[in-house]
């Protein structure tokens, strides 16, 4: 199986192998990979980290065993009689981003790529680093300039190079974009680089491993969308495989303070709103201008998604509670409960629920 990158605007095909991060007519990669059927048989059940999937990743040889820390594999937890808690902090670095950071590694690895940059809002930027330093890869991380000091700190104990740029997220994106076109750097972003999404999908087969099934309700925080994506292909491949017969009720979770899809969906635009954020303590979702949005707003409108705004004040309350009960979270994650209680304001009681714990609380000192 020869797998390739396919523009998601002009259909061009490219070589995987490529050091290109997008395609000349500035469209982003897509992966031209259709896994093999879902079934239990092809999951391989004495490996204890996501690469037990790995028979549905284009995935080349075998770099992911060095790569590996055993990542995945979080524990569903019962919060209350209607809601379920997926422990994603669980992880080597904390956070979810590890799911598509090991894969995006062993994909670097498996092309010899010796040296990556990379643009975080922090979680991303700590799990390439980390899997970088594992295996050798230089590593330079950019994060706007406000980022919580532990995961800056981190990064760096990882060996990465930190670049802390003033202004926006939006705007240390631009930065560190500028350096991969002046300098040919390779760009190790989970946003832009699509086997980044081969591993967040890894989330979904989890769910289904654990559960035997999947929840009706499955609230999935969007930003830049790593996780909603993986999600949605994962569910996807599950229902082309007739494993399930029909698509759960997805609920993309936003910041009321910086909501571009939110704002798209009212007013049914193709494209992410042009929206001017407010600084939010859910600094993990605070991305004003998602470079997949086209890709994602499609998702949302095939499947009849509801996105639910985080009321601001409520993320501290959230938190608070959640803590008083065992679960230390970050803030941007207090918001995925925040949002799952002011979706059960709009809609009344909604049982079979399931959110994601995807950022410990360590990381965050608000
Ligand atoms: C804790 C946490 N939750 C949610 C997100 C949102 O992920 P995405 O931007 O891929 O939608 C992030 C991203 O950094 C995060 O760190
Ligand atoms: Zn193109």
Redesign the pocket.
Known sequence: MKVQYVCAKCGMKKDVSSLEPKCVCGGLWKLDYQPPKFEEALIDKGEWSIFRYRNFMPLEGDDWKAVTMGEGMTPIVKYDEDLMLKMDYFMPTL???DRGAAVLVAHCKAIGVDSVVQD?????GNSVAAYCGRVGIECEIFVPEGTSPKKIDMIKAHGSAVNVVPGSRDHCADVCRAKVNDEGKYYAN?VYNPFFYQGTKTYIYEIYEQLGRIPQNIFI????????LGAVFGLEHLLESGVIDKMPNIIAIQSERCAPFAEAKRQGLKEPAQVTPTATLAE??A?GQPMRGAEILEKIYQYDMEIVEIPEESILPARAELAKKGIYC?H??AGNYAAYLRYCELHGKTPDSLITM??AGLKSDH
């Open positions: 956070s979810f981003k975080s809002s922090g979680n991303a989970h925080p969007l930003g830049n969308g790593t996780l909603f993990g979702i991305i970050e941007t994650t995807c950022g």
